[in-house]
Every structure is written in structure tokens, then in C-alpha cells.
């Protein structure tokens, strides 16, 4: 009975893009990955008040699923959001640019820094 543990193994590896039950395309899992500076004089504690105060808004968007905020050692930072589709990353991502509470956190981020990519996760791993 070896073969169960290898088909288990290959259902949990199987591709995001696997087809559901009705014959279409399942949506895929995106990545939006932001990366920036602060600007100068900005604390991390400061930088990161002003992000929890956008968990709220950020929670009730559609496809939210999940968010990391990383910091490089050479100061750079990065905003990892998993949305459970491209759809509902673009969705999110207009909401959030018009939600007041993105205000103060944007202020904070060095514009002219940042660069923005949305990738298809091709393997997760909880």
C-alpha cells in the first residue's frame, strides 16, 4: 500500500489551476508584492502602527487572505498580500488606494522606491 502516501502527496502538489467540478478553470492564488523605503526619519514603530491601522479595511476586501510585512537588513521593505485570485488583487488593490485609512501608511512609503508585481502562487505551503 505504498501507492496512497505517493497519490496523497501528489494531490497536495497538484497545480492551483487544477479544474473544479463544474469543468471550469479553478481561480489562481496571487502574491501582490510591494517593495519600498520609508522615508527618511520614519521609525519602524511608527511605520508599523500605521499599517496595523489598515488591517481593518484590508480584512473585509473580498479574496483577502492573508498579509506579511517584511524588513530587509539594508532597510528596504516589503508588503506580501495573498489574494485568492488576480481579479480580487486589483479589486483590492483600487479599494485600498481610495480607503482613508491607507492614508498615513502611504505617507510613510518613499514613492519614488516602490515597485509592485502580482505572481501567481505556484506552490503554498502552510
Known amino acids: 500500500m505504498r501507492l496512497l502516501p505517493a497519490l496523497s502527496l ?17 481561480e489562481e492564488p496571487v502574491m501582490e508584492i510591494v517593495s519600498f523605503r520609508l522615508i527618511s526619519g520614519t521609525t519602524d514603530a511608527a511605520f508599523l502602527a500605521a499599517a496595523a491601522a489598515t488591517a481593518a479595511p484590508l480584512q473585509a476586501q473580498p479574496g483577502f487572505q492573508n498579509r506579511h ?3 530587509a537588513k539594508d532597510g528596504s521593505w516589503t508588503d506580501h498580500v495573498r489574494w485568492s485570485s488576480m481579479a480580487a488583487a486589483m479589486a483590492g488593490a483600487d479599494a485600498m488606494m481610495a480607503e482613508p485609512a491607507f492614508g498615513p501608511f502611504m505617507a510613510l512609503i518613499d514613492g ?10 505556484a506552490f503554498a505551503m502552510d
Open 10 to 26: 501528489m494531490i497536495l502538489m497538484a497545480p492551483t489551476d487544477a479544474a473544479r467540478a463544474d469543468g471550469a478553470a479553478a
Open 69 to 71: 510585512l517584511t524588513r
Open 112 to 121: 519614488s522606491t516602490v515597485t509592485m508585481r502580482h505572481d501567481t502562487i
